[in-house]
């Protein structure tokens, strides 16, 4: 019989094991097709975001040694979008481990590591062991998961301190009320990191004070604190982003986000689709997909119909049986339910990336424990067939995904000397397209190709966000306005530039980029601009505005 110590032990080692391996590859790249089997087409370009949060920790870590300012990275300054504090502790990770993808990458995908020992010690804490077990394993070796913790995203901090914050309550519910002021003082000085996380790990803290049955008196404390915490890290950031210049783009990145996520005209090329009460089945297909490896269509479409049904049929069970759970449990369920409702109202506006989603999958695990751990007898109570077949159909199911997790896993890493592209070697590619360019110039690079060149220790490099000017079109327009020589380019292949381009532009070299990096076929390409602009109206004739 398995007890509680030892699938404790066996989930930290497994976790253990997954944190060795990936700071074994952390210098790999690996293609963001990784998560394109999803419903809502979110390919998500994993390179970007984490590149884009190297730029300003590049500079503030090279200091006058590298020829850069702030802010290079435009229209969405990486200070601006993220905060201070990320491109900080970045800085001093380069200065460690030098401006590489280890150094990039190790602080965050320890930090990852961490939430995962948290979600072992969670599903300890609440399930039996063998319940406990199995979700750990289920957890830990989804592909996707494996590889989204190890690349440099700023959502690692709200892992960990939603995931810290839920073990707390679940180990000593006493001590988050006695400490509720400073434990939300704490939360609101993530403002440093992301201007929204004080808003996400806040709403956890209401709703786990709720189920803990905290007199008002305390939520006031909580709100003081929260309030303080915000105020006090994020006027210390206002007077540094002035002092960097960087007060007017915090202000327009933070009014563009709420612009292009409510669907409304905004920088950005495109503009962003509300789902609305969507959100909810686009969530739960997005969990199965994400992390049990099913399709819709295709031959797991009976799998996947057998498991959405079983969940829908359990959290049935688990509402009708609420009155007979332990009061523990029933705090467990008011909190996951009241979590996971709020968060399907900011996803009708926010479940366009994948990361959105990837934040709230942890609890969405916690239920799924929560629904089998109670709500089985129930069900298995209403029926003598069902007593007979569920288990059966249950324990099928498990064994069938964790067998697809564990193969896809298996059969891309030992693919990896193919699929998996060295940082080094990406780096060379890099360094091929700007040797014609003379140390010192500015180079003007489109975001996609910035995933390529974002090393680049001997130009200064002014990018801008993909989706504020995805289309080549657009983005040369840009160009053209800031007065760019030097253009740098990702050309689809069957997207070429008109003709009409050739007499602003001298293609000098090109180079082809792998598509691991590009997660497209795709050619990086160097122009020169022969002639100041103008309005450049070839630019803007086929300008398109909609993806």
């Keep these: 019989m398995l007890d509680s110590s030892t699938a404790a032990l066996m989930g930290y080692g497994l976790a ?14 690996v293609s963001s097709g990784t998560f ?23 500079v503030l870590a090279l200091g006058k040694r590298y020829p850069g300012q702030l802010p290079d990275y435009r229209h969405y300054p990486v200070s601006a979008a993220f905060g201070l504090g990320g491109s900080l502790l970045l800085a001093f990770s380069f200065r460690l481990f030098g401006v590489n993808n280890f150094g990039l990458r190790v602080v965050l995908a320890l930090l990852s590591s961490l939430s995962d020992f948290f979600m072992v010690a969670l599903l300890n804490q609440f399930f039996p062991p063998a319940l406990a077990l199995g979700l750990s394993a289920l957890y830990l070796l989804n592909f996707n998961h494996f590889i989204y913790s190890r690349h440099a995203v700023m959502e690692h901090f709200l892992f960990a301190a939603c995931q810290g914050l839920f073990l707390v309550w679940g180990l000593f519910p006493g001590w988050l009320i006695a400490n509720a002021f400073w434990i939300a003082a704490a939360l609101g000085a993530q403002v440093f990191i992301k201007w929204s996380f004080p808003v996400a790990s806040g709403l956890l ?78 969530f739960v297909t997005e969990f199965v997909r994400y992390h049990c490896g099913l399709r819709v269509e295709g031959g797991d479409r009976w799998v996947c119909r057998a498991f959405i049904a079983l969940l829908g049929a359990g959290v049935l069970g688990l509402i009708l049986q609420y009155p007979e759970l332990p009061v523990r449990d029933q705090r467990l369920a008011v909190m996951l339910a009241l979590y996971h409702l709020l968060n399907f109202v900011m996803l009708a506006m926010f479940m366009v990336y994948l990361k959105r989603l990837v934040t709230i999958f942890p609890f969405s695990f916690m239920l799924l424990g929560l629904v089998i751990h109670r709500s089985g007898g129930w069900l298995m109570a209403q029926s003598a067939l069902a007593g007979r077949l569920l288990p059966f159909l249950g324990w099928t199911i498990l064994a069938y ?57 001997t130009h200064r490099v002014v990018g801008i966000d993909e989706q504020f000017a995805w289309w080549p079109l657009s983005f040369l327009h840009w160009a ?63 300008q398109e505005k909609t993806i």
């Design 16 to 29: 253990g094991f997954l944190l060795a391996f990936k700071l074994l590859t952390l210098n790999r790249e």
């Design 480 to 542: 053209m306005k800031e007065k760019a020589r030097w253009i740098v380019m990702p050309m689809l292949r069957e997207q070429p530039l008109p003709r009409e381009t050739n007499a602003l532009l001298r293609r000098v070299t090109s180079v082809e980029v792998p598509t691991v990096a590009g997660d497209v076929p795709l050619d990086l390409v160097l122009y020169e601009v022969r002639s100041p602009y103008n309005g450049c109206s070839p630019c803007m004739a086929t």
């Design 401 to 457: 995904v964790l067998f697809k997790q564990f193969s896809m896993a298996l059969s891309r890493y030992s693919r990896s000397r193919g699929q998996w592209l060295s940082g080094e070697a990406l780096h060379a590619v890099a360094k091929t397209i700007t040797a014609p360019v003379p140390v010192g110039e500015v180079l003007h690079v489109h975001g996609l190709a910035f995933r390529m060149l974002w090393r680049n220790l």
């Design 36 to 58: 394109s089997n999803s419903p809502l087409n979110l390919g998500w370009g994993i390179h970007h975001d984490e590149k884009f949060a190297a730029h300003d920790a590049k």
């Design 205 to 282: 803290l209401a709703l786990l004070l709720l189920c803990s049955g905290a007199p008002v008196a305390v939520y006031a404390q909580a709100l003081a604190g929260g309030l303080a915490g915000t105020a006090v890290i994020g006027a210390m950031q206002l007077v540094a982003l002035r002092r960097l210049g960087l007060l007017d783009a915090y202000f327009l990145n933070i009014r563009t986000v709420f612009s292009y996520h409510a669907g409304k005209e905004s920088l950005c090329d495109h503009v962003a689709t509300v789902l609305g009460w969507r959100a909810i089945p686009k």
